[in-house]
């Protein structure tokens, strides 16, 4: 196991289109947190899974996003009709149940919005 | 609401002197709180916890629940501390709360 890996590392695309990232976090952790990074600022929260149940959103989720985690594993977070506010870098971490134990990080996907 | 403030955006040491990050938080219940930190083209890592009071690469952290502050400290800065420091915590639920972080440079 390499820890958490994100895919892709960069996406470029056009105002108005959709894209759709992957997490694969690692196998024995059953929390998925997704996060996102603009520059300057501290990663800020967007949703989290445990298992295959999301159990929790952000305000920062539109109706845009969706998250999803079908069997528990990997995750992906599509973004529909992109906005250029939407730039930013896309962090994926997971975690064992119980907060005490801190995130194990993905690298993130860097998104630009054209 | 939780929330965490890291005041200083940038500090600059010279190696060898000692260095202090500061992080105050605000929430009403039993926080627990983490530093992260960011190396150049690295990830985002754990540095430590304040539930274990461990010392990592010689840094350490006292969580004072009267003054809602988690400061990093370390003795003797090193060239290699250099990077990107976040202040975390977990209130309700599991998810962190980051602060805007700190960006450290040890000049040699």
């Known amino acids: 196991d390499t820890g958490v890996s994100q895919d892709p590392r960069h996406k470029i695309t056009k105002r108005g289109q959709n894209v759709t990232f992957r997490c694969d976090p690692i196998s024995e952790h059953n929390r998925l947190y997704w996060y996102r990074q603009t520059l300057g600022q501290g990663p800020e929260f967007l949703t989290y899974f445990q298992n295959e149940a999301q159990l929790e959103k952000s305000r920062l989720l539109s109706d845009r996003f969706s998250a999803e985690r079908p069997k528990g594993s990997f995750s992906t977070l599509e973004i529909q009709r992109t906005e250029q506010g939407d730039s930013a870098m896309y962090l994926c971490?997971?975690?064992?149940?119980?907060?005490?134990?801190?995130?194990?990080f993905g690298s993130g996907t860097r998104l630009t919005v054209v | 609401a939780q929330r965490v403030t890291q005041p200083e955006k940038l500090l600059s040491v010279f190696k060898g002197a000692p260095v202090e990050l500061k992080c105050n938080y605000s929430?009403?219940?039993?926080?627990?709180l983490f530093w992260y930190v960011q190396y150049s083209r690295q990830r985002l890592q754990l540095l430590l916890r304040?539930?274990s009071r461990e010392s990592i690469k010689g840094f350490t952290a006292d969580l004072n629940k009267g003054e809602t502050s988690f400061h990093l400290k370390k003795p003797f800065a090193q060239e290699e501390d250099s990077a990107m420091y976040y202040c975390a915590l977990s209130g309700s639920g599991s998810r962190l709360t980051f602060g805007e972080g700190t960006q450290l440079t040890v000049n040699p």
């Open positions: 971490a997971s975690s064992r149940q119980g907060g005490s134990y801190g995130y194990t």
């Open positions: 304040h539930i």
């Open positions: 929430y009403s219940g039993s926080p627990e």
